[in-house]
């Protein structure tokens, strides 16, 4: 049994926390990590430490510390970085989420945050290449003038025939870009930007290949913005109430299974997006304190807890890496555990297909 006992905990080994954990002078550690602000790898390695470790008061007592500290720190940064924000320093912005997710790379608000910058700054990225967009527009035509008069001077003139079509080339081009700009931003679900893309695009006088291409682009924005406001089915409107009375009682996989029942013209109706958006953030939240509830039945040797409650998050987030890694890891353990003979309380695996 002892042997057995040695074995199972040689195979909670997650990693480089659980290897300092052993660490002869880990108070020392400890200070040299808050010293430093590496506030994470304090407290993962401080998640197993056991009662009878010869320094256990002190620890927890150093935990403490840990713990308060790294509130303050994530505070500070989300306060300067929504400081950065207010003042669109989108470099010094970046640089300070991602300090602060260097020194506390699991805490959910500060990786909610820095999603949220992330999305900020795409779009006004994307207003920037608009604008770059509607100048280089604005050029082409008022350049189109000058060309066209110039060919009209001098029609003979070979150089000058070559200058316009270049131009026409470049009107193309330039066509070609906002058509994809149309679709992209349709695909996306960002009808406003599919809007500005086509203003700037109706502007051009391309060749009659493009102008077809704008007539197709308007009635696919047409047909988005219909299915936008376009009211809900009956049993749209029933299944969509459904997923957000189970949201509201924190059942995930009844919300995320009721949404996928929606016809595909409902799906892409406002109110259905918008509570995908709210889904989808509400559900990031739940998955991440899930997966850290099982490590924490994981260091205290549970492995099967800990595998049943990371398996239950798989229908919520079938691609989410960092839950597989954590599923794959426990099925090895728990199949090892079988072929040892301990078997108490242990769901025996399928083994996996090659």
Same mark, same amino acid.
């Given at each position: ?14 990693? %480089? ?21 590496? @506030? ?7 998640? =197993? ?6 320094? @256990?008061? *002190?620890?927890?007592? &150093? ?15 989300? +306060?300067?970085?929504?400081? =950065?924000?207010?003042? /669109? ?5 970046? +640089?300070?989420? +991602? ?21 900020? /700054? ?8 608009? #604008? ?5 527009? &604005? ?16 029609? $003979?003139? @070979? ?21 994809? %700009? ?14 500005? %893309?086509?203003?700037?695009?109706? *502007? ?15 009635? *696919? ?8 406001? #376009? ?9 969509? /109430? ?14 995320? &299974? ?9 799906? $892409? ?10 889904? +989808?953030? *509400? ?23 800990? =595998? ?15 839950? &597989? ?30």
């Amino acid at each position: 049994m002892r042997f057995i006992n040695i074995f199972i905990f040689s195979l909670l080994l997650p990693g %480089c926390a659980y290897i300092h954990s052993l660490d002869e002078n880990l108070p020392g550690q400890i200070d040299i990590w808050i010293k430093n602000k590496d @506030y994470g790898k304090a407290l993962d390695t401080l998640y =197993y430490i056991q009662k009878d470790h010869k320094n @256990y008061n *002190q620890l927890m007592r &150093q935990k403490e510390t840990v713990v308060k500290l790294a509130g303050l720190f994530e505070q500070d940064i989300l +306060e300067k970085g929504a400081q =950065y924000l207010i003042k /669109r320093d989108w470099h010094h912005a970046d +640089e300070t989420y +991602e300090y602060g997710l260097d020194k506390l790379p699991n805490n959910r608000k500060l990786k909610k945050a820095h999603n949220e910058f992330i999305h900020k /700054r795409t779009v006004y990225l994307k207003q920037l290449k608009l #604008r770059i967009l509607q100048n280089k527009t &604005q050029w082409l035509i008022n350049d189109s003038k000058i060309r066209n008069e110039i060919s009209r001077v001098i029609p $003979k003139n @070979y150089s000058a025939r070559w200058l316009l079509q270049d131009h026409n080339l470049d009107i193309d081009s330039t066509s070609k870009t906002l058509i994809e %700009c149309v679709s992209d931003s349709i695909k996306n679900h960002e009808l406003e930007v599919a809007k500005q %893309c086509l203003k700037i695009a109706n *502007q051009l006088t391309p060749s009659p290949y493009f102008q077809n291409k704008f007539i197709e682009a308007s009635k *696919q924005l047409e047909q988005a913005i219909q299915l936008r406001s #376009r009211k809900l089915s009956k049993s749209g409107k029933k299944t969509l /109430r459904t997923a957000q009375m189970a949201l509201a009682k924190g059942d995930f996989n009844m919300a995320h &299974q009721n949404i996928n029942l929606l016809p595909v013209e409902d799906q $892409k109706n406002g109110q259905v997006l918008k509570f995908k958006n709210i889904l +989808e953030e *509400q559900t990031e939240d739940y998955v991440d304190k899930t997966i850290t509830e099982g490590r924490r039945l994981y260091s205290k040797g549970k492995v099967q807890e800990a =595998y049943l409650l990371w398996k239950s998050l798989k229908p919520i987030s079938p691609d989410n890496e960092r839950l &597989q890694n954590l599923i794959d890891r426990a099925e090895k353990i728990l199949r090892k555990l079988h072929k040892i003979g301990n078997k108490q309380d242990i769901i025996v695996l399928p083994a996996k297909q090659n």
